[in-house]
Protein backbone atom coordinates (compact mmCIF):
# COMPACT_ATOMS: atom_id res chain seq x y z
CA UNK A 1 0.00 0.00 0.00
CA UNK A 2 1.43 3.39 -0.94
CA UNK A 3 2.77 5.68 1.95
CA UNK A 4 0.26 8.41 1.31
CA UNK A 5 -2.73 5.77 1.80
CA UNK A 6 -1.24 5.02 4.78
CA UNK A 7 -0.90 8.42 5.96
CA UNK A 8 -4.97 9.00 5.16
CA UNK A 9 -5.75 5.67 7.16
CA UNK A 10 -4.10 6.72 10.25
CA UNK A 11 -5.12 10.89 10.11
CA UNK A 12 -8.61 8.90 10.08
CA UNK A 13 -7.92 6.59 13.19
CA UNK A 14 -6.40 9.41 15.08
CA UNK A 15 -8.61 12.24 14.59
CA UNK A 16 -11.51 9.38 15.44
CA UNK A 17 -10.23 8.56 19.00
CA UNK A 18 -10.12 12.62 19.71
CA UNK A 19 -12.33 12.55 22.85
CA UNK A 20 -10.35 9.52 23.90
CA UNK A 21 -6.82 10.42 23.43
CA UNK A 22 -5.88 13.87 24.79
CA UNK A 23 -2.89 15.67 24.88
CA UNK A 24 -1.22 12.63 23.22
CA UNK A 25 -3.04 12.78 19.82
CA UNK A 26 -0.89 15.80 18.45
CA UNK A 27 2.52 13.87 19.53
CA UNK A 28 1.51 10.15 19.10
CA UNK A 29 0.00 11.60 15.42
CA UNK A 30 3.52 13.08 14.58
CA UNK A 31 5.17 10.07 15.77
CA UNK A 32 2.81 7.60 13.40
CA UNK A 33 3.32 9.78 10.33
CA UNK A 34 6.93 9.42 10.51
CA UNK A 35 6.61 5.75 10.72
CA UNK A 36 4.54 5.75 7.58
CA UNK A 37 6.56 7.70 5.91
CA UNK A 38 9.12 5.18 6.58
CA UNK A 39 7.29 2.37 4.51
CA UNK A 40 5.32 0.58 7.32
CA UNK A 41 2.27 -0.97 5.76
CA UNK A 42 -1.59 -0.38 7.56
CA UNK A 43 -4.14 -2.41 7.22
CA UNK A 44 -6.72 0.33 6.01
CA UNK A 45 -6.73 0.90 2.48
CA UNK A 46 -7.46 3.51 0.09
CA UNK A 47 -6.69 3.80 -3.20
CA UNK A 48 -5.56 6.94 -4.46
CA UNK A 49 -4.63 6.61 -7.75
CA UNK A 50 -8.48 6.78 -8.30
CA UNK A 51 -7.86 4.80 -11.59
CA UNK A 52 -11.50 3.40 -12.01
CA UNK A 53 -12.25 6.94 -12.60
CA UNK A 54 -10.33 7.28 -15.76
CA UNK A 55 -11.87 8.31 -18.90
CA UNK A 56 -10.89 4.74 -20.49
CA UNK A 57 -11.35 1.10 -18.90
CA UNK A 58 -9.84 -2.04 -19.24
CA UNK A 59 -11.58 -4.99 -16.91
CA UNK A 60 -9.12 -7.65 -18.33
CA UNK A 61 -10.11 -11.70 -17.32
CA UNK A 62 -7.53 -14.29 -17.25
CA UNK A 63 -9.64 -17.91 -18.36
CA UNK A 64 -8.69 -21.28 -19.26
CA UNK A 65 -8.09 -20.70 -22.78
CA UNK A 66 -8.09 -17.04 -23.18
CA UNK A 67 -7.80 -13.64 -22.28
CA UNK A 68 -11.06 -12.01 -21.53
CA UNK A 69 -11.15 -7.66 -21.77
CA UNK A 70 -14.14 -5.38 -21.53
CA UNK A 71 -13.51 -1.89 -23.15
CA UNK A 72 -14.91 1.08 -22.02
CA UNK A 73 -13.90 3.81 -24.46
CA UNK A 74 -14.11 7.62 -24.40
CA UNK A 75 -15.45 9.93 -27.22
CA UNK A 76 -12.48 11.55 -26.95
CA UNK A 77 -10.33 8.06 -27.60
CA UNK A 78 -11.56 6.69 -30.44
CA UNK A 79 -9.70 8.07 -33.04
CA UNK A 80 -7.01 6.10 -31.31
CA UNK A 81 -8.68 2.97 -31.22
CA UNK A 82 -10.81 3.36 -34.53
CA UNK A 83 -10.49 -0.45 -35.21
CA UNK A 84 -12.59 -1.12 -32.64
CA UNK A 85 -15.86 1.04 -34.01
CA UNK A 86 -18.50 -0.41 -35.85
CA UNK A 87 -19.32 0.18 -39.03
CA UNK A 88 -22.43 2.24 -39.08
CA UNK A 89 -19.72 4.95 -36.70
CA UNK A 90 -17.05 4.28 -38.93
CA UNK A 91 -19.80 5.44 -42.01
CA UNK A 92 -20.39 8.33 -39.71
CA UNK A 93 -17.45 9.54 -39.49
CA UNK A 94 -16.48 8.86 -43.89
CA UNK A 95 -14.30 6.29 -42.75
CA UNK A 96 -14.69 3.12 -45.38
CA UNK A 97 -14.59 -0.07 -42.92
CA UNK A 98 -12.19 -2.15 -43.39
CA UNK A 99 -12.68 -5.84 -43.51
CA UNK A 100 -12.76 -6.78 -39.75
CA UNK A 101 -10.40 -9.53 -39.67
CA UNK A 102 -7.37 -7.08 -40.96
CA UNK A 103 -8.90 -4.32 -38.45
CA UNK A 104 -8.25 -6.92 -35.41
CA UNK A 105 -4.84 -8.22 -36.86
CA UNK A 106 -3.59 -4.19 -36.88
CA UNK A 107 -5.47 -3.55 -33.10
CA UNK A 108 -3.93 -6.24 -31.42
CA UNK A 109 -0.61 -6.09 -33.00
CA UNK A 110 0.18 -2.27 -32.84
CA UNK A 111 -2.36 -0.98 -29.94
CA UNK A 112 -3.68 -3.48 -27.36
CA UNK A 113 -0.94 -6.41 -27.13
CA UNK A 114 -1.77 -9.39 -25.08
CA UNK A 115 2.03 -11.32 -25.22
CA UNK A 116 2.07 -14.73 -24.15
CA UNK A 117 5.07 -16.36 -22.11
CA UNK A 118 7.16 -13.03 -23.60
CA UNK A 119 7.03 -13.92 -27.50
CA UNK A 120 3.54 -15.24 -28.37
CA UNK A 121 1.18 -12.25 -29.52
CA UNK A 122 -2.23 -13.23 -29.42
CA UNK A 123 -4.55 -12.61 -31.78
CA UNK A 124 -7.72 -10.62 -30.81
CA UNK A 125 -11.43 -11.69 -31.99
CA UNK A 126 -13.63 -8.74 -31.52
CA UNK A 127 -17.06 -9.79 -30.07
CA UNK A 128 -19.03 -6.80 -30.17
CA UNK A 129 -19.13 -2.97 -29.93
CA UNK A 130 -21.74 -0.47 -29.67
CA UNK A 131 -22.17 2.71 -27.12
CA UNK A 132 -23.44 1.98 -24.29
CA UNK A 133 -24.03 4.21 -20.34
CA UNK A 134 -20.71 4.81 -18.77
CA UNK A 135 -21.19 2.20 -15.94
CA UNK A 136 -21.19 4.06 -12.48
CA UNK A 137 -17.61 2.59 -10.19
CA UNK A 138 -18.06 3.49 -7.01
CA UNK A 139 -14.91 4.51 -6.06
CA UNK A 140 -13.34 4.60 -2.43
CA UNK A 141 -11.31 7.86 -2.34
CA UNK A 142 -15.12 9.89 -3.47
CA UNK A 143 -14.59 13.14 -1.44
CA UNK A 144 -11.20 12.31 -0.03
CA UNK A 145 -8.89 15.20 0.31
CA UNK A 146 -4.99 14.37 0.34
CA UNK A 147 -3.45 15.10 3.22
CA UNK A 148 -0.34 16.40 1.44
CA UNK A 149 -1.39 18.52 -1.44
CA UNK A 150 -4.75 19.33 -0.29
CA UNK A 151 -6.19 18.16 -3.06
CA UNK A 152 -9.67 16.17 -3.78
CA UNK A 153 -9.82 12.89 -5.70
CA UNK A 154 -10.65 13.17 -9.31
CA UNK A 155 -13.98 12.56 -9.76
CA UNK A 156 -15.33 10.52 -12.21
CA UNK A 157 -16.38 12.07 -16.23
CA UNK A 158 -19.16 13.96 -17.20
CA UNK A 159 -19.49 11.73 -20.12
CA UNK A 160 -22.31 9.42 -20.18
CA UNK A 161 -21.80 6.96 -22.76
CA UNK A 162 -18.95 5.65 -24.03
CA UNK A 163 -17.99 2.52 -26.24
CA UNK A 164 -18.55 -0.81 -25.17
CA UNK A 165 -16.16 -3.16 -26.45
CA UNK A 166 -15.54 -6.97 -25.81
CA UNK A 167 -12.70 -9.24 -26.99
CA UNK A 168 -10.82 -12.18 -26.69
CA UNK A 169 -7.33 -13.43 -26.83
CA UNK A 170 -7.54 -16.89 -27.55
CA UNK A 171 -4.04 -19.61 -26.77
CA UNK A 172 -3.85 -22.78 -27.33
CA UNK A 173 -1.96 -23.59 -24.05
CA UNK A 174 -1.32 -22.08 -20.72
CA UNK A 175 1.04 -19.57 -20.88
CA UNK A 176 3.59 -19.05 -17.66
CA UNK A 177 2.77 -15.16 -17.99
CA UNK A 178 1.27 -12.67 -20.23
CA UNK A 179 2.15 -9.55 -20.94
CA UNK A 180 -0.67 -5.91 -21.71
CA UNK A 181 0.65 -3.58 -23.54
CA UNK A 182 -1.29 -0.52 -23.97
CA UNK A 183 -1.66 2.06 -27.00
CA UNK A 184 1.59 3.53 -27.37
CA UNK A 185 2.95 5.68 -29.50
CA UNK A 186 6.24 6.22 -31.24
CA UNK A 187 8.11 7.15 -28.11
CA UNK A 188 5.96 4.22 -25.89
CA UNK A 189 4.12 6.94 -24.06
CA UNK A 190 0.71 6.37 -23.89
CA UNK A 191 -1.73 7.29 -26.49
CA UNK A 192 -5.13 7.07 -23.85
CA UNK A 193 -5.63 6.92 -19.69
CA UNK A 194 -6.65 3.62 -19.70
CA UNK A 195 -7.21 2.38 -15.79
CA UNK A 196 -7.16 -1.53 -15.46
CA UNK A 197 -7.89 -4.33 -13.60
CA UNK A 198 -6.98 -8.30 -14.25
CA UNK A 199 -9.15 -10.64 -12.68
CA UNK A 200 -8.22 -14.61 -12.82
CA UNK A 201 -11.49 -16.79 -12.46
CA UNK A 202 -13.01 -14.44 -9.56
CA UNK A 203 -10.35 -13.37 -8.03
CA UNK A 204 -8.73 -9.47 -8.76
CA UNK A 205 -4.74 -9.91 -9.50
CA UNK A 206 -4.87 -6.22 -9.06
CA UNK A 207 -6.70 -3.27 -7.73
CA UNK A 208 -7.69 -0.57 -10.10
CA UNK A 209 -4.13 1.31 -11.49
CA UNK A 210 -3.32 2.81 -14.41
CA UNK A 211 -1.93 1.35 -17.50
CA UNK A 212 1.04 3.19 -18.93
CA UNK A 213 2.99 0.77 -20.53
CA UNK A 214 3.79 -3.11 -20.64
CA UNK A 215 2.87 -5.00 -17.52
CA UNK A 216 3.73 -8.78 -17.02
CA UNK A 217 1.44 -11.03 -14.90
CA UNK A 218 3.17 -14.11 -13.95
CA UNK A 219 0.21 -16.70 -13.67
CA UNK A 220 -0.29 -19.70 -10.97
CA UNK A 221 -3.30 -21.65 -12.73
CA UNK A 222 -3.55 -23.76 -9.38
CA UNK A 223 -3.81 -20.83 -6.69
CA UNK A 224 -4.87 -17.43 -8.42
CA UNK A 225 -3.71 -15.93 -4.71
CA UNK A 226 0.04 -16.23 -6.19
CA UNK A 227 -0.86 -14.85 -9.62
CA UNK A 228 1.08 -11.18 -9.72
CA UNK A 229 2.55 -8.75 -11.93
CA UNK A 230 6.03 -8.36 -11.74
CA UNK A 231 5.94 -4.69 -11.52
CA UNK A 232 5.49 -4.63 -7.28
CA UNK A 233 3.38 -0.96 -7.49
CA UNK A 234 1.21 -3.31 -9.39
CA UNK A 235 -0.01 -5.45 -6.66
CA UNK A 236 -3.44 -6.30 -4.69
CA UNK A 237 -4.40 -5.20 -1.21
CA UNK A 238 -5.62 -8.15 -0.04
CA UNK A 239 -2.47 -10.25 -1.31
CA UNK A 240 -2.50 -12.73 1.48
CA UNK A 241 -4.50 -15.26 1.76
CA UNK A 242 -4.87 -15.48 5.64
CA UNK A 243 -5.29 -12.09 7.42
CA UNK A 244 -5.41 -11.32 11.63
CA UNK A 245 -6.49 -8.51 13.06
CA UNK A 246 -6.67 -7.32 17.05
CA UNK A 247 -8.45 -4.97 17.90
CA UNK A 248 -8.33 -3.08 21.49
CA UNK A 249 -11.53 -1.52 22.58
CA UNK A 250 -12.23 0.42 25.69
CA UNK A 251 -14.96 -2.85 26.68
CA UNK A 252 -13.72 -5.36 23.91
CA UNK A 253 -10.55 -7.40 22.28
CA UNK A 254 -11.95 -8.48 19.13
CA UNK A 255 -9.72 -10.93 16.70
CA UNK A 256 -10.72 -11.38 13.28
CA UNK A 257 -9.41 -13.24 10.79
CA UNK A 258 -9.54 -13.14 6.36
CA UNK A 259 -9.20 -16.66 5.25
CA UNK A 260 -9.45 -18.73 2.13
CA UNK A 261 -12.06 -21.42 2.71
CA UNK A 262 -9.30 -23.93 0.45
CA UNK A 263 -6.75 -22.88 3.03
CA UNK A 264 -8.84 -23.62 5.81
CA UNK A 265 -9.29 -27.22 4.43
CA UNK A 266 -6.22 -27.79 5.21
CA UNK A 267 -6.49 -27.84 9.24
CA UNK A 268 -10.26 -29.36 9.27
CA UNK A 269 -12.36 -31.19 6.86
CA UNK A 270 -15.62 -29.51 5.76
CA UNK A 271 -16.69 -32.26 3.59
CA UNK A 272 -17.39 -29.56 -0.01
CA UNK A 273 -16.85 -30.63 -3.08
CA UNK A 274 -14.66 -28.47 -4.86
CA UNK A 275 -16.76 -28.77 -8.12
CA UNK A 276 -19.74 -27.78 -6.76
CA UNK A 277 -20.93 -24.27 -5.83
CA UNK A 278 -21.91 -23.38 -2.42
CA UNK A 279 -25.58 -22.56 -2.17
CA UNK A 280 -27.34 -20.54 -0.42
CA UNK A 281 -28.70 -23.52 1.39
CA UNK A 282 -25.67 -25.13 1.93
CA UNK A 283 -23.72 -21.87 3.46
CA UNK A 284 -24.77 -22.21 7.19
CA UNK A 285 -23.04 -25.91 7.62
CA UNK A 286 -19.62 -23.64 6.34
CA UNK A 287 -20.54 -21.40 8.73
CA UNK A 288 -21.61 -22.97 12.11
CA UNK A 289 -18.30 -25.71 11.46
CA UNK A 290 -16.21 -22.72 10.67
CA UNK A 291 -17.14 -20.85 14.00
CA UNK A 292 -17.08 -24.49 16.07
CA UNK A 293 -12.98 -24.44 14.77
CA UNK A 294 -12.03 -21.45 15.68
CA UNK A 295 -13.55 -21.36 19.07
CA UNK A 296 -10.44 -22.98 20.26
CA UNK A 297 -7.59 -21.89 18.26
CA UNK A 298 -5.50 -19.21 18.06
CA UNK A 299 -5.14 -18.67 22.17
CA UNK A 300 -5.61 -14.94 23.63
CA UNK A 301 -3.91 -13.52 27.11
CA UNK A 302 -5.01 -10.74 28.09
CA UNK A 303 -3.06 -9.44 31.02
CA UNK A 304 -1.35 -12.66 31.88
CA UNK A 305 -4.94 -13.95 32.00
CA UNK A 306 -5.73 -16.40 29.26
CA UNK A 307 -9.50 -16.19 28.36
CA UNK A 308 -12.45 -18.01 25.82
CA UNK A 309 -14.30 -16.21 23.28
CA UNK A 310 -17.69 -14.95 24.49
CA UNK A 311 -19.02 -15.25 21.16
CA UNK A 312 -17.51 -16.32 17.74
CA UNK A 313 -19.44 -15.11 14.56
CA UNK A 314 -18.68 -16.27 10.72
CA UNK A 315 -19.48 -14.69 7.47
CA UNK A 316 -18.82 -14.87 3.93
CA UNK A 317 -16.99 -12.37 2.84
CA UNK A 318 -16.98 -10.27 -0.99
CA UNK A 319 -13.09 -8.56 -1.47
CA UNK A 320 -13.75 -5.47 -3.85
CA UNK A 321 -12.22 -2.13 -4.44
CA UNK A 322 -14.43 -0.73 -1.79
CA UNK A 323 -13.28 -2.78 1.17
CA UNK A 324 -14.38 -6.40 2.59
CA UNK A 325 -17.99 -6.57 2.96
CA UNK A 326 -20.42 -9.52 4.09
CA UNK A 327 -22.26 -11.48 1.57
CA UNK A 328 -25.54 -10.55 2.08
CA UNK A 329 -27.43 -11.87 -1.31
CA UNK A 330 -28.25 -15.57 -2.09
CA UNK A 331 -25.81 -16.20 -4.63
CA UNK A 332 -24.16 -19.61 -5.52
CA UNK A 333 -20.31 -19.32 -3.94
CA UNK A 334 -17.23 -21.18 -5.81
CA UNK A 335 -15.34 -23.27 -2.93
CA UNK A 336 -11.95 -22.17 -4.76
CA UNK A 337 -11.94 -18.54 -4.60
CA UNK A 338 -14.86 -18.05 -1.17
CA UNK A 339 -13.32 -16.23 1.48
CA UNK A 340 -14.84 -16.42 5.02
CA UNK A 341 -14.24 -13.94 7.81
CA UNK A 342 -14.17 -15.15 11.89
CA UNK A 343 -14.76 -12.55 14.85
CA UNK A 344 -14.13 -13.57 17.70
CA UNK A 345 -15.16 -10.95 20.90
CA UNK A 346 -13.51 -10.99 24.38
CA UNK A 347 -15.07 -8.52 26.63
CA UNK A 348 -13.12 -6.82 29.46
CA UNK A 349 -13.95 -4.50 32.12
CA UNK A 350 -11.49 -1.58 30.92
CA UNK A 351 -9.00 -0.88 28.45
CA UNK A 352 -6.16 -3.91 28.84
CA UNK A 353 -2.73 -3.53 29.83
CA UNK A 354 -1.11 -6.01 27.33
CA UNK A 355 -3.21 -8.61 24.85
CA UNK A 356 -1.01 -12.10 23.03
CA UNK A 357 -2.38 -13.77 20.74
CA UNK A 358 -0.64 -17.14 19.75
CA UNK A 359 -1.19 -18.22 15.88
CA UNK A 360 -1.76 -22.05 15.31
CA UNK A 361 -2.22 -22.34 11.99
CA UNK A 362 0.09 -23.22 9.89
CA UNK A 363 1.12 -25.30 6.49
CA UNK A 364 4.16 -26.19 4.07
CA UNK A 365 2.04 -23.33 2.00
CA UNK A 366 1.60 -20.77 4.60
CA UNK A 367 4.86 -20.15 7.43
CA UNK A 368 3.73 -16.81 7.70
CA UNK A 369 0.17 -14.72 8.56
CA UNK A 370 0.06 -10.97 8.46
CA UNK A 371 -1.41 -9.31 12.00
CA UNK A 372 -2.71 -5.82 13.00
CA UNK A 373 -3.11 -4.81 15.90
CA UNK A 374 -5.59 -1.78 16.30
CA UNK A 375 -6.07 0.80 19.25
CA UNK A 376 -7.59 3.94 19.37
CA UNK A 377 -3.95 5.40 18.12
CA UNK A 378 -3.09 2.47 15.36
CA UNK A 379 -2.75 0.47 13.06
CA UNK A 380 0.33 -1.38 14.07
CA UNK A 381 1.34 -4.38 11.15
CA UNK A 382 3.38 -7.06 12.44
CA UNK A 383 3.50 -10.90 11.55
CA UNK A 384 2.98 -14.21 13.13
CA UNK A 385 5.60 -16.74 11.29
CA UNK A 386 6.33 -20.79 12.72
CA UNK A 387 9.29 -20.00 14.53
CA UNK A 388 7.60 -16.61 16.16
CA UNK A 389 3.63 -17.38 16.60
CA UNK A 390 3.08 -14.97 18.67
CA UNK A 391 2.29 -11.66 18.95
CA UNK A 392 1.68 -9.25 21.91
CA UNK A 393 -0.18 -5.33 21.66
CA UNK A 394 0.83 -3.38 24.60
CA UNK A 395 -1.15 -0.24 25.78
CA UNK A 396 1.45 2.55 24.83
CA UNK A 397 -1.74 5.25 25.20
CA UNK A 398 0.06 8.16 27.13
CA UNK A 399 -3.31 9.38 28.13
CA UNK A 400 -6.73 7.69 28.20
CA UNK A 401 -10.08 8.53 29.36
CA UNK A 402 -12.37 5.44 30.25
CA UNK A 403 -15.40 5.96 28.32
CA UNK A 404 -18.36 6.86 31.33
CA UNK A 405 -21.50 8.27 32.03
CA UNK A 406 -21.78 11.53 33.59
CA UNK A 407 -24.98 13.71 35.31
CA UNK A 408 -26.84 16.00 33.62
CA UNK A 409 -27.35 18.99 36.14
CA UNK A 410 -30.16 21.31 35.79
CA UNK A 411 -29.21 25.07 35.69
CA UNK A 412 -29.51 27.06 39.28
CA UNK A 413 -32.81 29.10 37.91
CA UNK A 414 -34.72 25.72 37.92
CA UNK A 415 -33.96 25.26 41.56
CA UNK A 416 -34.43 27.23 44.98
CA UNK A 417 -31.50 26.96 46.91
CA UNK A 418 -32.42 27.17 50.52
CA UNK A 419 -30.11 27.83 53.85
CA UNK A 420 -31.32 26.29 55.99
CA UNK A 421 -29.45 27.23 59.49
CA UNK A 422 -29.66 30.50 58.45
CA UNK A 423 -33.18 30.13 58.44
CA UNK A 424 -33.56 28.99 61.84
CA UNK A 425 -31.11 31.37 63.22
CA UNK A 426 -32.89 34.27 61.63
CA UNK A 427 -36.06 32.81 62.78
CA UNK A 428 -34.30 32.76 66.38
CA UNK A 429 -33.21 36.06 66.18
CA UNK A 430 -36.95 37.31 65.47
CA UNK A 431 -38.27 35.33 68.19
CA UNK A 432 -35.56 37.26 70.53
CA UNK A 433 -36.77 40.61 69.42
CA UNK A 434 -40.15 39.61 69.91
CA UNK A 435 -39.47 38.50 73.37
CA UNK A 436 -37.36 41.40 74.09
CA UNK A 437 -40.67 43.92 73.09
CA UNK A 438 -42.43 42.23 75.31
CA UNK A 439 -40.17 41.43 78.02
CA UNK A 440 -39.74 43.69 81.51
CA UNK A 441 -37.05 46.58 81.21
CA UNK A 442 -34.12 43.49 82.78
CA UNK A 443 -35.25 41.27 80.31
CA UNK A 444 -35.17 43.82 77.12
CA UNK A 445 -31.20 43.63 77.25
CA UNK A 446 -30.85 39.68 77.46
CA UNK A 447 -33.04 39.18 74.42
CA UNK A 448 -31.91 41.84 72.17
CA UNK A 449 -28.12 40.39 72.97
CA UNK A 450 -29.43 36.90 72.07
CA UNK A 451 -31.60 38.59 69.19
CA UNK A 452 -28.06 40.08 67.95
CA UNK A 453 -26.28 36.92 68.19
CA UNK A 454 -28.58 34.38 66.29
CA UNK A 455 -28.49 37.18 63.57
CA UNK A 456 -24.56 37.52 63.17
CA UNK A 457 -24.94 33.63 63.45
CA UNK A 458 -27.31 33.86 60.42
CA UNK A 459 -25.23 35.98 58.31
CA UNK A 460 -22.50 34.03 58.40
CA UNK A 461 -23.87 30.07 57.69
CA UNK A 462 -25.08 31.62 54.46
CA UNK A 463 -23.43 29.06 52.60
CA UNK A 464 -23.42 26.17 54.52
CA UNK A 465 -26.46 23.26 55.18
CA UNK A 466 -27.73 24.26 52.03
CA UNK A 467 -31.72 22.41 51.12
CA UNK A 468 -31.93 22.96 46.92
CA UNK A 469 -35.83 21.86 45.98
CA UNK A 470 -37.24 22.28 42.47
CA UNK A 471 -38.29 25.77 41.26
CA UNK A 472 -42.07 26.23 41.53
CA UNK A 473 -42.02 29.13 39.31
CA UNK A 474 -39.43 27.80 36.85
CA UNK A 475 -40.65 27.99 33.07
CA UNK A 476 -39.52 25.80 30.00
CA UNK A 477 -36.12 25.72 29.40
CA UNK A 478 -34.66 27.87 26.85
CA UNK A 479 -32.99 26.34 23.55
CA UNK A 480 -29.36 26.57 25.01
CA UNK A 481 -30.65 24.62 28.27
CA UNK A 482 -32.34 22.04 26.44
CA UNK A 483 -29.59 21.74 23.74
CA UNK A 484 -26.80 20.91 26.72
CA UNK A 485 -29.06 18.31 27.89
CA UNK A 486 -29.45 16.78 24.65
CA UNK A 487 -26.16 16.97 23.99
CA UNK A 488 -24.78 15.65 27.24
CA UNK A 489 -27.95 12.72 27.45
CA UNK A 490 -26.38 11.36 23.78
CA UNK A 491 -22.64 11.64 24.60
CA UNK A 492 -23.78 9.32 27.72
CA UNK A 493 -25.71 7.30 25.35
CA UNK A 494 -22.32 7.72 23.20
CA UNK A 495 -20.04 6.27 26.32
CA UNK A 496 -22.71 3.62 27.48
CA UNK A 497 -22.76 1.92 23.94
CA UNK A 498 -19.26 0.55 24.49
CA UNK A 499 -20.49 -1.88 26.50
CA UNK A 500 -20.68 -4.95 25.22
CA UNK A 501 -22.19 -7.19 28.25
CA UNK A 502 -26.16 -6.28 28.17
CA UNK A 503 -26.52 -6.24 31.49
CA UNK A 504 -23.99 -3.97 32.14
CA UNK A 505 -24.69 -1.72 29.27
CA UNK A 506 -28.49 -1.90 31.22
CA UNK A 507 -27.07 -0.45 34.18
CA UNK A 508 -25.14 1.99 32.57
CA UNK A 509 -27.83 3.67 30.59
CA UNK A 510 -29.99 3.45 33.76
CA UNK A 511 -27.71 5.97 34.72
CA UNK A 512 -28.86 9.05 32.91
CA UNK A 513 -32.63 7.52 31.69
CA UNK A 514 -35.71 7.94 33.84
CA UNK A 515 -36.45 5.21 36.06
CA UNK A 516 -38.05 1.71 34.32
CA UNK A 517 -37.89 3.31 30.95
CA UNK A 518 -34.46 1.95 29.77
CA UNK A 519 -36.06 -0.88 28.06
CA UNK A 520 -38.55 1.31 26.43
CA UNK A 521 -35.91 3.70 24.88
CA UNK A 522 -33.24 0.94 24.42
CA UNK A 523 -34.44 0.02 20.92
CA UNK A 524 -33.99 4.02 19.74
CA UNK A 525 -31.17 4.57 21.46
CA UNK A 526 -30.23 1.62 19.98
CA UNK A 527 -30.16 2.75 16.52
CA UNK A 528 -29.02 5.89 16.89
CA UNK A 529 -25.19 4.32 18.27
CA UNK A 530 -25.27 1.51 16.15
CA UNK A 531 -25.62 2.38 12.28
CA UNK A 532 -25.82 -0.95 9.95
CA UNK A 533 -23.85 0.46 6.89
CA UNK A 534 -24.23 -0.75 3.51
CA UNK A 535 -21.85 -4.43 3.00
CA UNK A 536 -22.85 -5.64 6.95
CA UNK A 537 -21.05 -3.32 8.70
CA UNK A 538 -22.08 -2.68 11.70
CA UNK A 539 -20.55 1.17 13.05
CA UNK A 540 -20.58 2.73 16.17
CA UNK A 541 -21.64 6.38 16.48
CA UNK A 542 -19.08 8.92 17.82
CA UNK A 543 -19.37 12.32 19.03
CA UNK A 544 -22.66 14.11 18.07
CA UNK A 545 -22.15 17.54 16.49
CA UNK A 546 -24.43 20.27 15.39
CA UNK A 547 -27.30 20.12 17.85
CA UNK A 548 -30.14 22.24 16.54
CA UNK A 549 -32.97 22.39 19.02
CA UNK A 550 -36.85 23.19 18.35
CA UNK A 551 -40.53 23.01 19.13
CA UNK A 552 -39.70 23.40 22.94
CA UNK A 553 -42.89 22.08 24.99
CA UNK A 554 -44.18 20.61 28.35
CA UNK A 555 -44.45 16.74 28.98
CA UNK A 556 -47.89 15.42 30.12
CA UNK A 557 -46.45 14.59 33.22
CA UNK A 558 -43.82 15.78 35.14
CA UNK A 559 -41.14 18.36 35.06
CA UNK A 560 -39.64 18.31 31.77
CA UNK A 561 -39.27 19.18 28.21
CA UNK A 562 -40.23 17.82 25.06
CA UNK A 563 -37.95 19.16 21.68
CA UNK A 564 -37.78 18.33 18.44
CA UNK A 565 -33.80 17.87 17.93
CA UNK A 566 -31.55 17.54 14.50
CA UNK A 567 -27.61 17.13 14.88
CA UNK A 568 -25.11 15.27 13.08
CA UNK A 569 -22.53 12.81 13.42
CA UNK A 570 -19.71 10.47 12.48
CA UNK A 571 -20.11 6.55 12.17
CA UNK A 572 -16.98 4.43 12.83
CA UNK A 573 -17.19 0.42 11.81
CA UNK A 574 -13.46 -0.99 12.08
CA UNK A 575 -13.63 -4.83 10.80
CA UNK A 576 -11.29 -6.73 8.96
CA UNK A 577 -8.75 -4.11 8.42
CA UNK A 578 -10.81 -1.45 7.35
CA UNK A 579 -12.01 2.01 8.34
CA UNK A 580 -15.19 2.74 7.52
CA UNK A 581 -16.63 6.40 7.85
CA UNK A 582 -19.83 7.99 7.50
CA UNK A 583 -21.74 11.04 7.99
CA UNK A 584 -25.12 11.08 9.84
CA UNK A 585 -27.83 13.37 9.71
CA UNK A 586 -30.29 12.45 12.30
CA UNK A 587 -33.40 14.14 13.63
CA UNK A 588 -35.93 12.74 16.87
CA UNK A 589 -38.56 14.04 19.16
CA UNK A 590 -36.72 13.76 22.71
CA UNK A 591 -38.34 13.91 26.23
CA UNK A 592 -36.33 15.25 28.97
CA UNK A 593 -37.74 14.92 32.73
CA UNK A 594 -36.16 16.49 35.74
CA UNK A 595 -34.94 14.02 38.57
CA UNK A 596 -33.22 14.98 41.72
CA UNK A 597 -31.98 17.93 39.87
CA UNK A 598 -30.84 15.92 36.89
CA UNK A 599 -32.16 15.90 33.55
CA UNK A 600 -32.76 12.33 32.61
CA UNK A 601 -33.76 11.02 29.67
CA UNK A 602 -37.90 10.34 29.23
CA UNK A 603 -38.41 9.14 25.80
CA UNK A 604 -36.90 9.14 22.39
CA UNK A 605 -39.46 8.51 19.46
CA UNK A 606 -39.57 9.72 15.43
CA UNK A 607 -36.06 9.22 15.10
CA UNK A 608 -35.10 9.10 11.51
CA UNK A 609 -31.24 8.76 10.59
CA UNK A 610 -29.66 9.22 7.24
CA UNK A 611 -26.61 8.05 5.76
CA UNK A 612 -24.57 10.92 3.77
CA UNK A 613 -23.05 9.95 0.27
Not at 164 to 193: I, M
Not at 460 to 484: K, M, Q
Not at 503 to 516: I, T
Request: charged residues 25%; aromatic residues 8%; contains cysteine.
Amino acid sequence: MSRVAAMISSWKQLFTCRRRCGAARSMLLAVFLTLMGTGLAVADWINLTAAEKLPNIAEIFVREDRVHIVLQLSEDSLENVAELLPENMLNERGIEPEPIEQRMERFAREKLQVIADGTIDLSATLRFSEPRPRKDRSSPVKGIVHPLTRQKAPEPPDEVRVLHAELDYFFDQKPKTLTFVPPLDADGNPLLELGFIVYQESVPVIDFRELIGPATLTINWDDPWVSAFENPNLARHHRWPIMSFIYVEPREVRHEIVIRLRDLEDWTNLGLDRNAPITDGGRKNVLDATSRFFEDKNPVIIDGAPVNPASVRTDFLDLSLAGIEVIEDDRNLDPATAVLGVTLSYPVGQMPEEVTTIWQLFSDRIETVPVTSIDPIGPFPAEFGVTYPSHTWTNRLLRFEEPGVNTVPVTDERSLKLPLLTIVLAVFALNAVAFALKASRWAKGIGFAAALIFAAGAAVTTDRFIATLPNPFATLPGENEAETAIKSVFANANASFYEINENQLEAELSKFVHQGLAPIVFTELERANRVELPGGITARVGDINDVAISEIRPLDAGRGFSALARWSAEAVGQHWGYLHLRELDLQARVEMIEDDRVWRLAGLTDLSIEIRE
